[in-house]
């Protein structure tokens, strides 16, 4: 051994590129899918009158019992159906650390969540991609021969998909968990704007886990707070493998003080879902640019020159989205985020001068 060497990192993450969450400054940021409003005032002093008591040099309680209660009696479950975990992205990992890994199988559809594919690579898991067809709708023949040979371990199916925003119909979910042994998560994360959920189901397949985060209609992205719901035996295996401590006491506290009052937060996501229908109504009057259909809280289009339009929007008018035009089955796409009316109007209104301007230059 050289001094001064260093040995190689662990062969599959040769090819993996790290995921592209660099903080960027623009005054409407409209990418990450976060909600554009804080939470209520009346939520903040609330959470904000703690902080006196509030014990900083205590560890949390390691499974968060009084969140995990809240969020089971709101769902009709035992709270040893609930888990908590630091975002969405603990409790994916901790799929790929149970049901993946060596010699194990992962179905996915591209295009999809691309941390998915990374979790199974970062685990060693074989993925089996299943690509959805232009529309990106699932192909269910395909879905079928391949779980019908019986040797896949994990699938996970984002509903509504990420970054298309359609769902999936719920007649075939039903049927993939019915004709599969595999562990089956339906990722929820934007059911809040979707209203839509796998939650009847859960007693009837214990093979399904459902996904859901604060991140996104509770205004909670900058404390990182997911959870699943799934039958207890899955329950127990995630608790063999979660990182301990992982969600601080702060954020649990804030969740349960969200959480108790979710009812506040109705009219923002009903303001949401119509900034949806305006962001939608107002791509589809544009030359050009074909707008797909979404159920989440953003809304996925196709144009011409997606990479300078990005650009254009970014250095000339301040607004940042999500670029997916180089992305295989993407190509050409872009994803914006709703967020205020005010918002709203000016991305619209940008993504016409730029078009206009782009055809007067070709006259």
């Known amino acids: 051994m050289k001094q001064g060497s260093l040995r190689p990192a662990r062969k599959e993450l040769e090819?993996?590129?790290?995921?592209?969450?660099?903080?960027?400054?623009?005054?409407?940021?409209?990418?990450?899918n976060e909600s554009p409003l804080n939470m209520p005032e009346e939520l903040k002093e609330r959470i904000a009158n703690h902080l006196g008591q509030f014990q900083f040099n205590r560890y949390p309680d390691a499974t968060a019992p009084r969140l995990r209660a809240l969020i089971?009696?709101?769902?009709?479950?035992?709270?040893d159906n609930v888990l908590i975990g630091n975002g969405g992205d603990e409790l994916l990992m901790n799929m790929f650390l149970t049901w993946g890994g060596a010699g194990r199988k992962f179905v996915d559809f591209p295009p999809t969540f691309s941390m998915y594919e990374n979790y199974a690579k970062i685990t060693g898991t074989e993925v089996v991609s299943i690509?959805?067809?232009e529309n990106f709708e699932i192909d269910q023949?395909?879905?079928?021969?391949?779980?019908?040979q019986g040797d896949i371990d994990l699938v996970i199916l984002a509903n509504p998909n990420n970054p298309s925003g359609n769902l999936t119909d719920e007649a075939f979910l039903l049927e993939l968990l019915g004709c599969t042994d595999a562990l089956v998560c339906i990722d929820e994360a934007y059911f809040e704007f979707s209203r839509t959920t796998v939650r009847p189901y859960l007693d009837r397949y214990p093979n399904l886990v459902i996904l859901r985060t604060f991140s996104k209609a509770f205004?909670?992205?900058?404390?990182?707070?997911?959870?699943?719901?799934?039958?207890?035996?899955?329950?127990?295996?995630?608790?063999?493998?979660?990182?301990?401590y992982s969600v601080s006491a702060f954020?649990?506290?804030?969740?349960?003080?969200?959480?108790?009052?979710?009812?506040m937060f109705e009219n923002s996501i009903e303001e949401l879902i119509?900034?949806?229908?305006?962001?939608?109504?107002?791509?589809?009057?544009?030359d050009g640019v074909e707008v797909f259909p979404s159920d989440a809280n953003y809304v996925m289009f196709r144009i011409a020159h997606a990479s300078i339009v990005w650009r254009d929007l970014f250095y000339n008018y301040s607004i940042q989205i999500r670029d997916f035009s180089r992305a295989p089955l993407l190509e050409g796409c872009l994803r914006v985020t709703v967020g205020t009316e005010s918002e709203d109007a000016a991305f619209v209104a940008a993504v016409r001068e730029i078009v206009e301007r782009e055809e007067a230059r070709n006259v």
């Open 15 to 32: 090819d993996l590129i790290p995921y592209d969450a660099k903080e960027v400054k623009a005054d409407m940021r409209l990418a990450a």
């Open 72 to 79: 089971a009696e709101a769902n009709g479950l035992d709270p």
């Open 131 to 133: 690509p959805r067809d």
């Open 141 to 148: 023949e395909a879905t079928r021969k391949r779980l019908a």
């Open 219 to 244: 205004s909670l992205a900058a404390l990182r707070v997911g959870y699943i719901l799934a039958d207890t035996r899955v329950i127990r295996e995630f608790l063999k493998v979660r990182q301990p």
């Open 251 to 263: 954020s649990q506290w804030a969740a349960q003080v969200v959480y108790r009052d979710r009812a």
């Open 274 to 286: 119509r900034g949806r229908t305006r962001i939608i109504e107002g791509l589809s009057a544009i």
